[in-house]
């Protein structure tokens, strides 16, 4: 009902930024809230950030002042502006849309940051 494409991963040095993007098709009138998790080797898939319909916004702790969630619904699409990364945000960023009853994912995009 919802197809989430993502764009934007890469691999980009200590320090620099990325912006990842997530395009939605389908029901999109049934989103309550779009997100971006991540999940790194050997951890636990987590929120890193989250943005509903009325515009609030959630941030995972540690991405805090670094990491900035936006949407345009005229192009039907949530972004993730991601700068000063650090190492330790190398993972595979997933987009999600939440209809509340049904969560639909993106397929993922692969955040390397290294030197």
């Known amino acids: 009902q919802v197809q989430l494409v993502e764009s934007g991963g890469g691999l980009v040095q200590p320090g620099g930024s990325l912006r990842l993007s997530c395009a939605a098709s389908g029901s999109i009138s049934s989103i309550y809230a779009m997100g971006w998790y991540r999940q790194a080797p050997g951890k636990q898939r987590e929120l890193v950030a989250r943005?509903?319909?009325?515009?609030?916004?959630r941030y995972a702790d540690s991405v805090k002042g670094r990491f900035t969630i936006s949407r345009d619904n005229a192009k039907n699409t949530v972004y993730l502006q991601m700068n000063s990364l650090k190492t330790e945000d190398t993972a595979v960023y997933y987009c999600?849309?939440?209809?509340?009853?049904?969560?639909?994912w993106g397929q993922g995009t692969q955040v390397t940051v290294s030197s």
């Open positions: 943005i509903t319909s009325a515009g609030s916004t």
């Open positions: 999600n849309a939440d209809q509340r009853m049904v969560v639909y």
